[in-house]
């Protein structure tokens, strides 16, 4: 299935150092996970017809936003969010779009006992989990290190999806835009136990 906008990564980022704006020093070749973002994309499919869309996920784990969107959620002071550039093959920065990304990645706050978990790799510690009852269960102390926008070091049981935690604040301004939840996004509340 095709992502909502035709966006694209220029570079595979499954092949062992086949994008610039990752560090595979922690790569997993059985796993192809442990990569970490270090540079902004470069796409194809940016254009100024994409300006309207104001909010893509490719790839359902990156999310890139209009600049429309970018200053809705600059003026509500929604905390854990860098905006990055995307460049096209030219070396160009876009003007109408940018990478939505946390500030930080959670670990250990998940309530894993009511998951479907399963070791995903035996050659390192990148794990999968599932949602079961469509609540995601936190421990009490995860309330102090969240932010208005997280991501998780697990994963969804796609191995590719992130999973992220937003607020409340953030999810509203998705509202009040009008992104509802669809194929690709799905929101689950959160529990704390």
Same mark, same amino acid.
């Given at each position: 299935r095709?992502p909502?906008?035709?966006?694209d990564f ?5 092949k062992l ?7 595979y &020093?922690n790569?997993?070749? +059985? #796993? *192809? $996970? ?6 902004p994309f470069?796409v ?7 300006e309207?869309?104001?909010f893509?996920t490719p790839?359902?784990?990156?999310w890139?936003v ?6 809705k959620?600059n003026?509500q002071?929604?905390t ?15 003007k109408?779009?940018f990478?939505m990304?946390?500030k930080?990645i959670?670990?250990?706050v998940l &309530?894993l006992?009511?998951m +479907? #978990? *399963? $070791? ?10 599932g949602?079961k009852?469509?609540?995601v269960?936190?421990?009490?102390e995860?309330?102090?290190k969240?932010?208005d ?5 697990e994963h969804?049981m ?8 937003i607020?409340k ?8 835009e009008n992104?509802?939840p ?7 509340p959160v529990?704390?136990v």
């Amino acid at each position: 299935r095709k992502p909502d906008v035709g966006i694209d990564f220029i570079h595979s980022i499954y092949k062992l150092n086949g994008n610039e704006s990752f560090d595979y &020093s922690n790569y997993c070749q +059985n #796993c *192809k $996970k442990g990569y970490k973002q270090i540079a902004p994309f470069v796409v194809r499919g940016l254009s100024t017809k994409y300006e309207s869309k104001k909010f893509v996920t490719p790839f359902w784990t990156y999310w890139v936003v209009s600049a429309y969107f970018k200053e809705k959620i600059n003026e509500q002071n929604i905390t854990g969010v860098d905006f990055w550039e995307l460049f096209n093959s030219k070396g160009e920065a876009s003007k109408t779009n940018f990478q939505m990304k946390p500030k930080k990645i959670l670990q250990d706050v998940l &309530s894993l006992e009511d998951m +479907n #978990c *399963k $070791k995903d790799c035996p050659m390192c510690d990148n794990m999968r989990v599932g949602v079961k009852d469509e609540v995601v269960k936190l421990h009490k102390e995860a309330k102090e290190k969240l932010l208005d926008f997280n991501e998780m070091k697990e994963h969804n049981m796609s191995t590719i999806n992130g999973m992220y935690i937003i607020s409340k604040k953030l999810l509203q301004i998705f509202i009040d835009e009008n992104i509802l939840p669809h194929k690709d996004i799905v929101v689950y509340p959160v529990e704390f136990v």
